[in-house]
């Protein structure tokens, strides 16, 4: 069974920072392309950064274009979304999700079959 779990979550200041990490638990993350996503209240989910396998392939959505990276270390078996300059509209449950698309990296959620439970962030004074 595949499990991935999320941390790094909080409340930050807007402008702050936080580093969000998914891992995999029995399992490698090494074979998965990996893709962040996050829910607001009310608002559908929607795909923020994902990485290839190799790492050599990124992609980010334009709202968080200049602000957020996604990394993987690979020793670690974890996935990382650092989040910089924080806006309240960031605010959100993250999600870290695996799937495999072959050079085809994504960000639909639709095609990434096994999540995480999510971790809140809150941007606010």
């Known amino acids: 069974q595949l499990l991935l779990a999320e941390s790094g979550g909080g409340l930050v200041q807007p402008g702050g920072s936080l580093r969000l990490s998914c891992i995999g638990s029995?399992?490698?993350?090494?074979?998965?392309?990996i893709g962040w996503f996050r829910q607001a209240p009310g608002k559908e989910r929607e795909g923020v950064s994902c990485i290839s396998i190799s790492g050599g392939k990124r992609k980010y959505a334009d709202s968080v274009k200049g602000r957020f990276v996604i990394s993987r270390d690979y020793a670690k078996n974890t996935v990382y979304l650092a989040m910089n300059s924080l806006k309240p509209e960031d605010t959100g449950v993250y999600y870290c999700?695996?799937?495999?698309?072959?050079?085809?990296?994504?960000?639909?959620?639709?095609?990434?079959?096994?999540w995480g439970q999510g971790t809140q962030v809150t941007v606010s004074s």
């Open positions: 999700a695996a799937g495999q698309f072959f050079g085809d990296l994504n960000l639909l959620s639709s095609e990434y079959p096994y």
């Open positions: 029995g399992f490698s993350l090494d074979y998965y392309d």
